[in-house]
């Protein structure tokens, strides 16, 4: 039987839990807000999926943080999905088109990891590109069928690397690979971990924001009802 300390002790827990994973993710949401400014080819919508997220997460962070009243607009939005069918529609629009947006911000980040382990590769292993050679299949005969089946042939074109390197140089005034080789291996991958993790718990949150928003909306029809306070997430 659980004593009133002990509940109290795992009730503050899980809100300083709360607050660490909500902080984390706010400060991925802006990242993902510099990078939807600073990209070329910026589109509107990104940005604006961006930033609704990182509203939301804030009002989340504000519910947490502070004694919100029940009938106060942050408290209300944040807990729209669980209030009706109405708020849930409108909460499952949102986190479908913030899944549609972090799909792509995680193809994203996949590309950036695939170059910056290459540029690390170059700068560890210089002799990395010269083992990257052209590779040649033997033809073959399918059985039967008298069908040829083509060389496949595989190149790695590394002038055209070495170009992009030349180029990103220019553009950004400093070596990466220089800037690469000054931090450890192991505190970069650290680096890239906790990137990853970041981004998909982010994730994991938003689809089980999406699948609470589905029960309610489509379930078995019931009186709305407000959510206990110490239920933030």
């Not at 961006?50 to 962070?61: E, G």
């Not at 055209?160 to 505190?187: N, S, T």
């Amino acid at each position: 039987m659980s004593s009133p300390t002990v509940d109290a002790f795992f009730n503050r827990l899980g809100s300083i839990v709360t607050i660490g994973f909500l902080t984390i993710w706010i400060l991925v949401t802006v990242g993902f807000i510099y990078i939807d400014i600073e990209d070329s080819s910026w589109r509107l919508f990104e940005t604006f999926l961006s930033i609704s997220l990182f509203t939301y997460l804030i009002f989340r962070m504000i519910v947490a943080c502070t004694n919100t009243k029940p009938d106060s607009i942050v408290y209300r939005l944040t807990t729209a999905h669980r209030r009706s069918r109405r708020g849930a529609l409108a909460v499952l629009v949102c986190a479908c088109s913030w899944i549609y947006g972090l799909f792509f911000k995680l193809l994203t980040l996949f590309l950036v990891n695939w170059f910056f382990i290459m540029t690390f590769s170059a700068h560890l292993y210089p002799e990395f590109f010269d083992q990257m050679e052209e590779v040649s299949l033997p033809d073959s005969e399918s059985p039967g069928s008298g069908v040829e089946v083509q060389n496949a042939r595989y190149r790695f074109n590394k002038e055209e690397y070495f170009d992009a390197m030349e180029h990103m140089k220019e553009e950004a005034g400093f070596d990466p690979v220089q800037a690469l080789g000054w931090i450890p291996p192991r505190v970069l991958s650290c680096c890239f971990a906790l990137v990853w993790f970041s981004c998909c718990t982010l994730t994991l949150y938003v689809l089980r924001l999406c699948w609470k928003s589905i029960r309610v909306a489509f379930g078995p029809s019931s009186s709305p009802s407000a959510p206990p306070k110490t239920h933030v997430v």
